[in-house]
């Protein structure tokens, strides 16, 4: 397989939330948030969509039953980490030689514009993976984008482990990496869980691309609205509001 795959990570139960509910069917607009997630994928030309599921998998998946073909579902039984609920879908992305996606589920301002520019940047420079990041005013408590001086990216750097210097960085890690799929699936078999949470992190793969010989790129080119984030009922409600006003559809 040659074209785009998209894995949706959607495994979480969203424990913030204060809610048995999977976080990815909370509604926004009148319609479970995922939703918005595929249709940006879709607008984008990104048809084959890989759900992985984990809190709740049954509910998701009669959610999402109606999407027909477009969508396949791999259960993610245990949440150990990001990169391994990208492990859990080696079976299907195994055989897949094009770009591999990779998206949080609880994103439900994600634009198709941004996934454009993404994934012709990708084909143009083919990078073993390439970071969508946004400029963000305020970045406290997300990753940083660290580069060299001449502009070129070096690493994502964890507020936690930042220097007061990397702090002063606006371009930050939003979750969004557009993968070579053979190059995605080497890096999986070399993640380790040695951590203190004891997880795979899929950022991780940076320096395990890097290391096998693969450029890593980063591109700003994320929008502002994608930097609203879902983790409590208030942000809810603030991205319900956000697309409320820019003009999305009310389900």
């Given at each position: 397989m040659t074209g785009e795959v998209a894995v949706i990570l959607a495994a979480g139960k969203g424990t913030r939330m204060k809610s048995d509910l999977p976080k990815v069917l909370f509604p926004v607009c009148g319609r479970p948030m995922i939703h918005f997630v595929l249709d940006a994928l879709a607008a984008a030309g990104v048809e084959d969509q890989v759900v992985v599921v984990g809190h709740r998998a049954d509910d998701v998946r009669q959610e999402l039953a109606d999407r027909g073909d477009h969508v396949r579902f791999v259960l993610q039984d245990q949440q150990l980490g990001t990169g391994h609920a990208v492990q859990v879908c080696r079976s299907l992305l195994k055989d897949h030689t094009g770009p591999v996606?990779?998206?949080a589920g609880d994103s439900p301002l994600l634009q198709p514009s941004s996934l454009t520019k993404l994934l012709e940047h990708f084909h143009a420079t083919k990078p073993g993976l390439l970071l969508g990041t946004l400029m963000k005013d305020d970045p406290a408590g997300l990753g940083r984008i660290v580069r060299d001086e001449a502009g070129n990216f070096l690493a994502i750097v964890e507020e936690k482990d930042a220097t007061e210097q990397q702090r002063g960085i606006h371009e930050v890690n939003m979750s969004t990496y557009l993968f070579d799929g053979p190059a995605l699936m080497a890096a999986l078999d070399q993640l380790q869980n040695d951590n203190s949470q004891?997880?795979?992190y899929l950022t991780d793969t940076v320096a395990i691309l890097r290391a096998a010989g693969h450029a890593v790129?980063?591109?700003p080119v994320l929008q502002a609205c994608e930097s609203l984030s879902i983790n409590n009922q208030d942000?809810?409600?603030?991205?319900?509001a956000t697309m409320r006003e820019m003009g999305y559809p009310v389900g």
């Open positions: 996606l990779v998206l004891g997880e795979y790129e980063a591109l942000e809810l409600q603030l991205v319900d």
